[in-house]
């Protein structure tokens, strides 16, 4: 008896093709994955990033409240000063953490004056003011992001006189 004739499988020209379709599509699409995943991390730096600047920044509004002469607003007027006890505070926790991240920081305290003409409210960092109203207060954060590039974000907040 014969057998009828069935065609299961694959014949080895359908595999060899197969194969070289597979070999000119995998490259695209490992490249597609390494961007989407360099992405990833670029966003995860960034959010990193934005939350050191919040939590620096968090303390400078906790030490403008403060009633300590060394704090407070008047402790803005001192700015070196006023940042060399923040690190003490922040560097030894907070900034530890976010230096295993490769994150380094600094801190802007300028003065602000305001001043009214004609109804309208103007507002100027005035470096020479003696008795500035407010403060900016700047909290730059920098770090290299996966591509090798040097990336700041500058987080900033005004710090009004309540006496």
């Known amino acids: 008896m014969i057998r009828p004739v069935t065609t299961r499988g694959f014949t080895l020209i359908e ?3 197969a194969v070289v379709v597979l070999a000119i599509a995998a490259p695209t699409l490992f490249i597609t994955m390494t961007d ?3 992405a990833r991390v670029g966003a ?6 934005i939350t050191f600047a919040e939590a620096i920044l968090g303390h400078v509004l906790a030490d403008a409240g403060s009633d300590d002469a060394s704090f407070g607003f008047a402790g803005f007027a001192d700015a070196a000063a ?3 006890a923040l690190r003490a505070r922040i ?3 907070l900034g530890a953490f976010y230096a295993g991240f490769g994150f380094t920081w600094s801190l802007t305290i300028e003065p602000v004056t305001a001043t009214q003409s004609g109804g309208a409210w103007t507002a100027a960092v005035d470096m020479g003011a003696t008795n500035p109203q407010y403060r900016r207060v700047t909290a730059a954060v920098s770090w290299t992001d ?3 590039v040097a990336q700041t974000l500058n987080l900033e907040v005004l710090v009004a006189d309540r006496s």
């Open 15 to 17: 595999a060899m093709a």
């Open 36 to 38: 989407a995943s360099m």
């Open 44 to 49: 995860v730096q960034d959010t990193r990033a």
């Open 82 to 84: 006023y940042e060399t």
């Open 91 to 93: 560097d030894p926790g």
């Open 146 to 148: 996966q591509a090798g």
